[in-house]
C-alpha cells in the first residue's frame, strides 16, 4: 500500500515517521520548501518523551505529488483553515481509489467529502501532542488516543488496512462512531483556545477555570446534540460528565478534571497548539474551523452559543494583535459566565 501525507507538520510528520520506520511505503508532501529539502538532505527527526529517531524519507512540495504513482490513502494533516486549498493541490495526484483521510482537528471530513466524496472518506480522530519545531524536527509530547472509523460506521477491510499500518505508531482504535469522537474533542477544544487566552501552561488554566471551562465544553455539546450526535469520552475528557447540565455531579467532574489537570501538566507539551500559532509562529489559529464552525452550525438549528461566540472574537484580537494574552481574559470571559448563569437562575 501506498502513503501520501500531505501536511508533514506535527501530526502528519510524526505518524508518518513512524510508518516509515516499520518498511510502510510512505511519502510526504509540505509547502514549506526549507522543511521539505532539510528531509530530503537529512532526513525527518522525531524527538519524543520516550525515544528520538531520524528516518530517510521522501519529501516533495505539492507541485511533485503527481509525478509518483497516485497513492492507495491520502493522509491529510494540514491545518483545518487549509483542507480545501492543500487536497486541491494534490489532486492530480490522487488516483479514483485513494481514500482520504483527515488527521485532523474540526469537521474537515464534510470539506473532503465535498470534494472527493464521502464513500473516499475515512473519518480519523487524533490526540496525541505534537509541535513542529523546526525544518526536519518534529517534537512529540505525549501520547493520546487515535480513532478510525468510516463516515457511515461501517467496518469495511480498507479501514482494518489503514488501522493496521498506522499501529506502528501506536494503539488505534477502530470505531463505528467516529462522529461522537470529533464532536467529542470539538468541546475539548473549545477549552483549548480558551486556554491559549493567557500565556500559561494549559493545565494551569483549565484547573483555575473549572466552571468556565466546563460550559464552553456543554455549548458544543449542545449543537451536537442538535445534529443527533452523542459525543465520546476519551483520554481524559468525559463529554458525558458535562452534559447534559441537568445531570452535571460536580464532585465526579471536579476528579475528572483532576485527571485532566494532571495529564496535561505531566505531558512535554505544557502549551496547546493554539497557544504556539498565536505567540511563536504569529500565524492564524484554527479558531474559524474548528468553534467558529461549531457557532455556524448551532445558529442553523437556532442555538445561541454566547460563551464560544465571545472566545471566537477574542481570538481573532489575538491574532490581529489588538489583544494580549492575559489571565484578565479569561477573567472577562468568567465574568460572561456568571452573568449569564444569573439571568438563566431569573
Known amino acids: 500500500m501506498r502513503y501520501l501525507v500531505v501536511g508533514a507538520g506535527a501530526i502528519g510528520a510524526t505518524i508518518g515517521?513512524?510508518?516509515?520506520?516499520?518498511?510502510?511505503?510512505?511519502?510526504?508532501?509540505?509547502?514549506?520548501?526549507?522543511?521539505v529539502e532539510r528531509m530530503r538532505q537529512a532526513g525527518l527527526t522525531i524527538q519524543g518523551f520516550a525515544e528520538t529517531f531520524t528516518v530517510p524519507v521522501r519529501a516533495m512540495p505539492p507541485g511533485e505529488a503527481a509525478e509518483a504513482p497516485p497513492p492507495d490513502y491520502l493522509l491529510l494533516a494540514v491545518k483545518a483553515q487549509h483542507t480545501r486549498e492543500a487536497l486541491l493541490a494534490v489532486m492530480g495526484a490522487v488516483g479514483g481509489h485513494t481514500a482520504v483521510v483527515s488527521l485532523q482537528n474540526g469537521l474537515n471530513e464534510r470539506t473532503i467529502a465535498e470534494l472527493v466524496g464521502r464513500e473516499r472518506t475515512i473519518g480519523c480522530f487524533?490526540?496525541?501532542?505534537?509541535?513542529?519545531?523546526?525544518?526536519?524536527?518534529?517534537?512529540?509530547?505525549?501520547?493520546?488516543?487515535?480513532y478510525v472509523g468510516e463516515l457511515d460506521g461501517a467496518r469495511t477491510e480498507r479501514l482494518e488496512t489503514l488501522a493496521r499500518a498506522m499501529e506502528h505508531f501506536g494503539r488505534v482504535e477502530r470505531t463505528s462512531e467516529i462522529w461522537g469522537y470529533l464532536w467529542g474533542k470539538l468541546g475539548y477544544a473549545n477549552m483549548l483556545f480558551a486556554t491559549a487566552l493567557a500565556d500559561e501552561k494549559m493545565g494551569d488554566v483549565v484547573d483555575r477555570y473549572r466552571r468556565l471551562m466546563v460550559e464552553l465544553a456543554c455549548e458544543v455539546y449542545d449543537v451536537a446534540a442538535a445534529e443527533g450526535v452523542r459525543p465520546k469520552?476519551?483520554?481524559?475528557?468525559?463529554?458525558g460528565l458535562y452534559w447534559p447540565r441537568r445531570d452535571q455531579d460536580w464532585p465526579r467532574i471536579d476528579a475528572?478534571?483532576?485527571?485532566?489537570?494532571?495529564?496535561?501538566?505531566?505531558?512535554?507539551?505544557?502549551?496547546?497548539?493554539?497557544?504556539?500559532?498565536?505567540?511563536?509562529?504569529?500565524?492564524?489559529?484554527?479558531?474559524?474551523?474548528?468553534?467558529?464552525?461549531?457557532?455556524?452550525?448551532?445558529?442553523?438549528?437556532?442555538?445561541?452559543?454566547?460563551?464560544?461566540?465571545?472566545?471566537?472574537e477574542m481570538i481573532h484580537e489575538l491574532e490581529r494583535g489588538e489583544r494580549e494574552m492575559s489571565w484578565d481574559n479569561l477573567a472577562e470571559l468568567e465574568d460572561l459566565r456568571l452573568a449569564l448563569a444569573g439571568e438563566a437562575a431569573r
Open 256 to 312: 475528572a478534571l483532576d485527571r485532566m489537570v494532571a495529564w496535561q501538566l505531566a505531558s512535554q507539551k505544557t502549551k496547546s497548539g493554539i497557544w504556539r500559532d498565536l505567540k511563536v509562529r504569529h500565524r492564524t489559529t484554527e479558531v474559524d474551523e474548528q468553534p467558529g464552525r461549531v457557532l455556524e452550525i448551532g445558529r442553523g438549528h437556532g442555538l445561541r452559543l454566547p460563551l464560544t461566540e465571545r472566545l471566537v
Open 233 to 239: 469520552a476519551f483520554d481524559t475528557i468525559t463529554p
Open 17 to 35: 515517521a513512524y510508518m516509515v520506520r516499520a518498511g510502510e511505503d510512505v511519502s510526504f508532501v509540505d509547502r514549506d520548501l526549507a522543511h
Open 126 to 146: 487524533v490526540n496525541f501532542s505534537a509541535d513542529y519545531m523546526e525544518p526536519g524536527l518534529i517534537h512529540y509530547g505525549s501520547e493520546g488516543a487515535l
